[in-house]
Nanobody
Framework: QVQLVESGGGSVRAGGSLRLPCAAS????????MMWFRHAPGKEREGVAA???????NYADSVRGRFTISKDSAKDILYLQMTSLKPEDTAMYYC??????????????????WGQGTQVIVSS
């Protein structure tokens, strides 16, 4: 069983930055493909960023160039650095881990383990 705990959410003005850490069970970030998803009220869940066991990354077009996914395997922490935030980035952000997850497809169904989420609110 993989435990994932997100933190770092909050309220920020448009143009600002936030960094979301996700603390994972031991060895999880080394053994699994990891992703960040987000879910806003009235919208479908969206895959935001993914990183595989070799460190290759992929991003949704909506955040490419503004968000950066990274991991610290020694500390078992996944990060999402968010810059140039926009009101449309407002959502609950979740980290997820999956043995069969693909950074190419970023499908939620391929990720078995999920955190409880952290709320990000971006005001204009």
């Amino acid at each position: 069983q993989v435990q994932l705990v997100e933190s770092g959410g909050g309220s920020v003005r448009a143009g600002g930055s936030l960094r979301l850490p996700c603390a994972a069970s031991r060895y999880a970030v080394s053994m699994y493909t990891m992703m960040w998803f987000r879910h806003a009220p009235g919208k479908e869940r969206e895959g935001v960023a993914a990183i595989d066991t070799d460190g290759y990354t992929n991003y949704a077009d909506s955040v490419r160039g503004r968000f950066t996914i990274s991991k610290d395997s020694a500390k078992d922490i996944l990060y999402l650095q968010m810059t140039s935030l926009k009101p449309e980035d407002t959502a609950m952000y979740y980290c997820a881990a999956g043995a069969w997850g693909s950074i190419a497809t970023m499908r939620a169904d391929d990720f078995s383990y999920w955190g409880q989420g952290t709320q990000v609110i971006v005001s204009s």
